[in-house]
């Protein structure tokens, strides 16, 4: 006679067939005008492209879900503008760009780079309402080597940031711009919400497992020593204390920051550079499902700043095979995976989680500021108030003293 099983440690499948409808948090991830995120973007400046993109030639562009043309006069001025030419809706993408402004192919209307009509060839006496008619656009202006972009609404624009780990430099440092998604972790133009890599940042623990491991040792040793972590609120976003403790006793001490309303603080993760942040990432989403970063540092050599980028399994993550790509995940795959967007009602947050919670608490609260009227975090309306400081960074702090020595 066969004994009796004993079915006390058997767990029954959770059969997927039963698995809720998926549910979305709209309010972290939608970007376009008139949701709850996309009016808290819009209520700060964004880089959308190098200042090398605003040419002589137009050049459409993708931000916040909306399409537009970003150009630059030949007297110098960029200029991004509506496509759809305010006379008959012909794109400006085939306009030509002139001294003070851009012709329509259609009918050769003419705007200056702020939208203003210029000339109506074949209107009498050259048109009416020139002068008057405007091309619908967006303020632009240009920093650290890229073209920002302010898109809400015009009575509460801010003043532009200017951020501190650029404006104090070393001998021998200079700033540096990069438009190729660096901290992406895979192409240029990433296709999953921007949302599942801004929280990324305040994520350490992945560290140790997917850069320690699946992709094989994208980091130094250290770097993959289990940590302390402390996580902390400041006025514009969440820091990560990471602590690992060294050979020799002493402890190395990062230090990284998500802040409103994109920007990912993130020192470079070489043990033995210490130093405030040199580099920071703004993301931009690109609609819902699509974004891309760039990012500014402070370097010593030219192109420095493409040396930032990570390699899995040795390689870069443009030279792996598709077999390499699911043999050593990095970033992307782990991010994308996830779906365009997320599911988050399919989500089981946990104590190692603690980061993301606070990120998405501090993001919903500004999400209600901007819906109540007020001013989100961050936002400065006086030239004076424009630097942004930072506490990130790489530090060597010395050996704990001994309790009683």
Known sequence: MNAPQDHRHIIPIRSAYELPEPIVRDELVRTGRGTAMGELLRRYWHPVGLSSDAGDTPRQIRVLGEDLIL????????GLLHPRCAHRGASLLYGKVEEDGIRCCYHGWKFD???????????PGGGSRVGRMLQPGYPVAERYGMVWAYMG????????????????????????????SIGGGGPVIVDCNWFQHYENVVDPWHVMVLHG???GTQFTDAMLRAPTIRFDTTPIGVK???????????????VTEACVPT???????????YARVESIGFILPIDDTHFRIYTVARVRTAGELTGFRSRQGGKLWRELTPEEHRRFPGDYEAQTSQGEITWHSHE??????????????????????????????????DAKDELVRFEAGNF??????????
Not at 71 to 78: D, I, K, M, S, Y
Not at 159 to 179: K, N, Y
Not at 396 to 405: M, R, Y
């Open 348 to 381: 089981n947050l946990a104590t190692s989680d603690r980061g993301i919670a606070l990120l998405r608490r501090l993001v919903q609260q500004q999400v209600k500021t901007v819906a109540e009227g007020g001013d989100p975090a961050g936002v400065r309306f």
């Open 153 to 180: 609404p015009p009575a509460k624009q801010p003043v532009l940031p200017r951020f501190e780990p650029f404006e104090q430099l070393e001998e021998g440092e200079f700033i540096e711009a990069d438009d190729q």
């Open 263 to 273: 920007w990912r603080v993130v020192p470079n993760p070489r043990v033995g550079q």
């Open 71 to 78: 150009f630059r006069a030949g007297n110098g001025e960029p």
């Open 396 to 405: 060597h702090d010395p050996k704990p003293a001994q309790a009683g020595a």
């Open 240 to 254: 990560v204390t990471s602590l690992r403790t060294l050979d020799d006793g002493s402890l190395f001490r990062r």
């Open 113 to 123: 780079p702020r939208g203003q009509c210029l000339e109506q060839p074949c209107e």
């Open 213 to 215: 491991s699946f992709s």
